[in-house]
Structure formats: structure tokens, C-alpha cells
């Protein structure tokens, strides 16, 4: 009864404009940003937000923006560093490699962004999440497999391979991975990999795929074409979106 009042109580709170917030990692500056309600009584529950390859885009305010309509504080988190934005796909995919590939460092970043999170003022600490968008959503994935501190983590059409002598650990935080169907970015084999480190987690994991979407099902700026492999889709992103706050409901 308390998680239901204090749900329909933060929907009904206003929008403050989101606004840029500097942090670090060690000695390597971050560009974030953060939303927040414009109103809460009493602390609220943090999010943030990792963005896809190509960085901190306004897809990522957006999101930001979006949940704090939803009575959370969020920040959108910088992963690859304050002024480091890839100029095309293959720099993209160069920048996101070195972080697939080293994932204690992506790991650190995503730390840095947690603890600079909870450091605002009215966010509630001991209820935090992590969302992120294709490479981004293999972000919050590793928040989980890391053990960071969180009560849940989301993935939208993220990638969920793990590199190779991974071994599954335990993993207490709740998961949910929102997945396009016809996503030919991650096949089968890797769905079928990543249930299993699931299950010999014994992780409370929800996995759901949405027929008809590929890769990026959530971001306009992909087009429609789903013969590109990546496209959005408008049933797939309303759909996330609502399987996304039913979850936050559950874990908050």
C-alpha cells in the first residue's frame, strides 16, 4: 500500500529542467546530466542512465528528462570522457570496444557515475538502478555482474555476450533485459549464453523480446528500416518503457 501511494504521489510531480553536471573518475573528467523533480517530499530513488555507442546524446537527456516525470532522480551518465564523442559508427565502435573489452574499467565508470549519484541531494541511496541503451544496456548488465549497489538493473536492446573465461558469479540485484526479437546484432546462441549465466547466478532475472523489433527499437534516430539491423519501433519502445516502470514499481 505504501509503494503504491508513494508511485501514484511521484508521477503527479513536475519536471525540473535537466542541467549538465561535471564529474570525475580519478583524473579523468566526465560530462553528465543530471534530472530531477521539480518537488518530492523526502528522498527519492536514483537512476542512471548509459548511453549507446556513439555517447551522451539527447536520447540520454531525453531518458533523463523522462524519469523525472517519473519521480526519480536520474543522471546520464559519460562513460568515454568529458569532450570524447565519436565522430561516425567506426569510432563508435572502436570506443565501445575498448570498454567491452575491458570491463573493469567500464566497471570504475559506472561506479563513478553511482557515487556521484547518491551524492545528490535527495536521492535515496539505498534505492538505486541502472539502465542503458545497446552498449549501454551491456553497462547495466555489468553493474549487476559487479555487484554494485543496486536493487535492479535495465537493458534495452543491449548487448549481453561477456568475455571469453568469464564465470558466473552471484548476482542479488533484480534484472530485466528488453530485447528485439529480430535483433541480428545478438543471436541466438548469445540469448541462450546469457539465460544460463542467469540461471547459475541465481539471479532474479525477467527476459523479454518484443517480436518485429531489431537493434535500437527505442531511438528515432535509427530510422525505420529494420533491413539495417538496428530501427526503431514505436510498440517496442511503449512497451519497454511500461515493462521498465512496472519494474521499478516491484524493486523501489
Known amino acids: 500500500m505504501r509503494r503504491t501511494a508513494l508511485a501514484l504521489s511521484l508521477a503527479a510531480l513536475p519536471v525540473f529542467a535537466g542541467q549538465p553536471l561535471g564529474y570525475s573518475d580519478g583524473a579523468t573528467k566526465l560530462a553528465g546530466y543530471l534530472a530531477r523533480p521539480a518537488v518530492a517530499t523526502g528522498k527519492v530513488p536514483g537512476v542512471v542512465v548509459i548511453h549507446q ?3 551522451l546524446t539527447d536520447h540520454e537527456r531525453q531518458v533523463s528528462d523522462d524519469l523525472a516525470k517519473l519521480g526519480y532522480v536520474a543522471l546520464a551518465a559519460d562513460i568515454y570522457g568529458e569532450g570524447v564523442r565519436p565522430k561516425n559508427t567506426g569510432e563508435a565502435g572502436k570506443l565501445a570496444g575498448a570498454y567491452k573489452g575491458d570491463r573493469a574499467l567500464y566497471r ?3 561506479t563513478a557515475a553511482l557515487e556521484t549519484l547518491k551524492a ?6 539505498s534505492r538505486l538502478a541502472v539502465i542503458g541503451f545497446c552498449f549501454g544496456g551491456t553497462g547495466a548488465l555489468e553493474a549487476a555482474r559487479a555487484g554494485l549497489p543496486v536493487k535492479g538493473v535495465v537493458s534495452f536492446h ?3 555476450d561477456v568475455p571469453v573465461g568469464f564465470v558466473p558469479g552471484p548476482i542479488s540485484a533484480k534484472v530485466l533485459v528488453c530485447h528485439g526479437a529480430d535483433d541480428p546484432f545478438v543471436p541466438a546462441k548469445e540469448v541462450a549464453a546469457f539465460q544460463d549465466e542467469m540461471r547459475k547466478a541465481k539471479a532474479d532475472f525477467v527476459f523479454v523480446a518484443y517480436a518485429g523489433a531489431v537493434h535500437a527499437f527505442t531511438q528515432k534516430e535509427a530510422g525505420n528500416d529494420n533491413s539495417k539491423g538496428a530501427a ?3 510498440a517496442a519502445h511503449r512497451r519497454s518503457w511500461q515493462h521498465m516502470k512496472d519494474f521499478f514499481k516491484e524493486i523501489f
Open 53 to 55: 555507442w556513439m555517447g
Open 108 to 110: 570504475r565508470r559506472i
Open 158 to 160: 543491449g548487448g549481453l
Open 120 to 125: 545528490q541531494p535527495g536521492v535515496d541511496a
Open 232 to 234: 526503431y519501433n514505436e
